[in-house]
């Protein structure tokens, strides 16, 4: 139901009723104005495309905190990363309504924190998260369409990977303590990521067959993707080290400390093939072993 009607003191006044039978009114100095308007939002209603004045006026900070309390049913630390993007998004955009951001602000930004000094990656990254907030929006009806597209996405980067030398490994590896190797070599040549390393049980080795199988990650989570679970075969020598670990260490997980080994092995050194490094390892020195393709020495 849609109507425009002249007030007594000689303004237009036009409304309507939306879908959910709320009554909306806005006031014209000319008949032809009210009629304009009116048609656009019959119009957005008959499209599908209609969105509520009072809801349109929603600044990009309270979408956010409302976005975040949905998303929260998220893995721990994807939530900590969706907040740390926000906060971002938030400092730009926050008092801005959401109909308001153009794709023209949207590359403003992006190149902004670029010539700051903000990595090409997490440009990318934060840009996608804005681009993902918005597109919930969309669908929640909110906005019509979101400002974020392929043409207002900065470059992602090229992120060149640092493999270390076999010297390199093994240098790390005899500067931890005894009781922390084992996650040099867990972080290093079995690949697994901090958490893995750190949940890893002792039920998940087939010392008989040396094969690791991830189950969980710390402190006892899921792992973060069904590939996460893939059996890792590792060299028996390697078997022999995590049996001895644990004979020494008897109590199941690894230590907070061993998190600080896995990080340095495996975040720093990556290896060259594979998810992220399936290599066979704990050789004795002066052996080699070739995997994908890759010999290594421990001299």
Same mark, same amino acid.
């Given at each position: 139901?849609?109507?425009?009607?002249?007030?007594?003191?000689?303004?237009?006044?036009?409304?309507?009723?939306?879908?959910?039978?709320?009554?909306?009114?806005?006031?014209?100095?000319?008949?032809?104005?009210?009629?304009?308007?009116? +048609?656009?939002?019959?119009?957005?209603?008959?499209?599908?495309?209609?969105?509520?004045?009072?809801?349109?006026?929603?600044?990009?900070?309270?979408? =956010?905190?409302?976005?975040?309390?949905?998303?929260?049913?998220?893995?721990?630390?994807?939530?900590?990363?969706?907040?740390?993007?926000?906060?971002?998004?938030?400092?730009?955009?926050?008092?801005?309504?959401?109909?308001?951001?153009?794709?023209?602000?949207?590359?403003?930004?992006?190149?902004?924190?670029?010539?700051?000094?903000?990595?090409?990656?997490?440009?990318?990254?934060?840009?996608?998260?804005?681009?993902?907030?918005?597109? +919930?929006?969309?669908?929640?009806?909110?906005?019509?369409?979101?400002?974020?597209?392929?043409?207002?996405?900065?470059?992602?980067?090229?992120?060149?990977?640092?493999?270390?030398?076999?010297?390199?490994?093994?240098?790390?590896?005899?500067?931890?303590?005894?009781?922390?190797?084992?996650?040099?070599?867990?972080?290093?040549?079995?690949?697994?990521?901090?958490?893995? %390393? =750190?949940?890893?049980?002792?039920? +998940?080795?087939?010392?008989?067959?040396?094969?690791?199988?991830?189950?969980?990650?710390?402190?006892?989570?899921?792992?973060?993707?069904?590939?996460?679970?893939?059996?890792?075969?590792?060299?028996?020598?390697?078997?022999?080290?995590?049996?001895?670990?644990?004979?020494?260490?008897?109590?199941?997980?690894?230590?907070?400390?061993? %998190?600080?080994? %896995?990080?340095?092995?495996?975040?720093?050194?990556?290896?060259?093939?594979?998810?992220?490094?399936?290599?066979?390892?704990?050789?004795?020195?002066?052996?080699?072993?070739?995997? =994908?393709?890759?010999?290594?020495?421990?001299?």
């Amino acid at each position: 139901m849609a109507s425009i009607a002249k007030r007594p003191d000689g303004r237009w006044r036009a409304r309507y009723r939306d879908d959910a039978g709320k009554e909306h009114a806005r006031h014209f100095d000319r008949k032809v104005d009210a009629r304009k308007w009116l +048609d656009e939002v019959t119009a957005s209603i008959v499209a599908g495309t209609h969105v509520e004045p009072k809801t349109a006026r929603m600044t990009v900070g309270e979408w =956010c905190q409302t976005w975040l309390d949905g998303y929260a049913t998220r893995r721990a630390s994807t939530v900590r990363q969706a907040r740390v993007h926000v906060k971002q998004i938030v400092a730009e955009f926050g008092a801005m309504p959401l109909s308001s951001v153009r794709p023209s602000h949207v590359r403003s930004w992006t190149a902004r924190l670029r010539a700051e000094g903000y990595e090409a990656s997490y440009v990318y990254a934060l840009h996608g998260r804005l681009g993902q907030i918005f597109a +919930d929006a969309v669908h929640d009806g909110i906005v019509r369409r979101s400002p974020c597209s392929r043409r207002t996405s900065p470059g992602q980067g090229k992120q060149r990977p640092y493999v270390a030398t076999t010297e390199q490994v093994w240098a790390l590896y005899e500067v931890f303590p005894d009781e922390l190797r084992a996650a040099v070599l867990l972080g290093a040549f079995a690949g697994l990521r901090v958490a893995e %390393a =750190c949940g890893l049980r002792p039920g +998940d080795v087939d010392f008989m067959r040396g094969v690791i199988h991830p189950a969980v990650q710390y402190p006892a989570e899921d792992l973060k993707s069904e590939i996460s679970r893939t059996p890792i075969p590792v060299a028996q020598s390697l078997v022999l080290e995590l049996a001895e670990h644990v004979r020494l260490r008897p109590g199941g997980r690894r230590s907070s400390p061993t %998190a600080t080994a %896995a990080s340095s092995a495996r975040g720093r050194w990556s290896a060259p093939c594979g998810r992220p490094a399936r290599r066979s390892t704990a050789f004795p020195r002066g052996s080699a072993t070739t995997t =994908c393709g890759t010999t290594w020495h421990r001299s």
